[in-house]
């Protein structure tokens, strides 16, 4: 069911209320439920079983943003983000997971051909085919200054240079990857490409393990003359940059934002059940000033967060101006909230939280990769920044 004709990029799509309830109500008893145990699994072994890859894929837990004629669920983007909140609650592969897989289509399929679309769209959306997204380089930052090259030699590009911190960068099946037309400089020679995991003249070093976020993987890429045929081009040449921002830069933030709050609110919940069953002194610790008021804070904290982060997400839906300036906002403001509130709640445990057999060590520690995903906070000041000066800038020349 959609209440409007559905954009390309999902926008419009949208599923009756009734039903999103109960969606929301089955997702939120598989995250307390199996979630849990497999979140221990995931910590005991640091990988993520291939059964829960498909255990998630027959829920139909990794195609629900995409709409129906693409094979998705038929979401709207702030529905789902409430079941990204939930997710966010399990453990951070699980929701890294989720998140990736029910967004990466949304950067290709407006610029993708039809070809394109049944051969990489919709086996995305299904599932059956994992892409990573690859931008990130170890000597420069993440946009126009690309320093990985492409050079066209017939229907072929020969691709050469290194992507570093690329999750899902070991395990999927392409990389859709941003680099730039040799001798070209700026965003009008960045194009976008769904290069094959085993294509020839790529070295793929695994770099799987982090402080928190156990299970995904993440590499290293170093490519020399690694052969892209042509029609694995997504888009014209110079739309690369647009693609990898627009398309999918600016709602990852905002999901990345909403993890922050699900995060949040699962140490929140593991700060009240410690404060109210910790007992010094006759009384339960929740019954002290200092406790109470941490507990507080935290609960306004993820409140204030939320309530932008859904305003970005409504404002990226009804493709407002303002929504890529939006969505830095919700992540650099949901991130400092995450930092705060898993702080407390670790202190509210005392030194029991310290110990790895208590929840809150693994979501204290899970909670510090969000402050780098989709760009660091100082990433997102400055694009705020930036466009708090322009908007002056044109009131004072009016």
């Known amino acids: 069911m959609t209440s409007s004709p559905v954009t390309l990029d999902g926008r419009g799509s949208r599923i009756a209320q009734h039903e999103y309830d109960a969606l929301l109500g089955e997702v939120t008893r598989w995250v307390r439920g199996p979630g849990e145990e497999w979140a221990d699994r995931i910590e005991q072994t640091g990988t993520v079983p291939a059964e829960l890859f498909d255990e998630l894929k027959t829920h139909g837990y990794l195609s629900m943003a ?4 693409l094979g998705g669920r038929g979401l709207s983007f702030p529905q789902w983000m409430g ?3 939930v997710f966010s609650r399990s453990h951070a592969s699980i929701r890294m997971l989720v998140h990736v897989l029910n967004g990466t289509w ?13 051969r990489f769209v919709r086996p995305m959306v299904a599932g059956d085919l994992l892409a990573a997204f690859t931008l990130t380089e170890p000597g420069n930052g993440t946009g126009a200054d690309l320093t990985c090259t492409v050079r066209c030699e017939g229907d072929v590009y020969l691709l050469n240079g290194r992507k570093h911190l690329i999750t899902f960068g070991v395990s999927c099946d392409v990389w859709l990857l941003f680099a730039r037309l040799a001798g070209t400089t700026g965003k009008d020679g960045v194009v976008a490409l769904l290069v094959d995991r085993h294509a020839p003249g790529v070295q793929v070093d695994d770099t799987s393990q982090t402080m928190g976020v156990r299970g995904t993987d993440h590499a290293s890429l170093t490519f020399t003359d690694t052969p892209v045929p042509v029609d694995r081009r997504v888009g014209a040449e110079g739309d690369g940059l647009a693609i990898a921002l627009g398309g999918f830069l600016t709602p990852s933030r905002i999901s990345v934002a909403m993890s922050c709050v699900g995060l949040a609110e699962r140490a929140q919940e593991l700060a009240v059940e410690y404060a109210t069953s910790r007992v010094t002194f006759g009384k339960p610790i929740a019954a002290r000033q200092a406790i109470a008021f941490m507990i507080a804070e935290n609960e306004a904290d993820i409140q204030a967060a939320k309530q932008l982060v859904l305003h970005a997400a409504r404002e990226w839906e009804a493709d407002a101006a303002d929504a890529a300036t939006l969505s830095s906002m919700a992540k650099m403001t949901a991130v400092d909230m995450l930092t705060r509130v898993t702080d407390k709640a670790l202190q509210v445990h005392g030194g029991v939280g310290y110990w790895k057999t208590s929840t809150i060590e693994r979501v204290y520690r899970d909670a510090r990769a969000q402050r780098f995903e989709e760009g660091t906070n100082e990433i997102q000041k ?13 009131r004072k020349s009016l």
């Open 66 to 69: 995409a709409p129906p004629e």
């Open 83 to 85: 079941l990204m909140e």
């Open 106 to 118: 949304r950067a290709i399929n407006p610029h993708v051909t039809a070809e394109q679309r049944d």
């Open 382 to 394: 400055t694009v705020v920044a930036r466009d708090v000066f322009a908007k002056a800038r044109e």
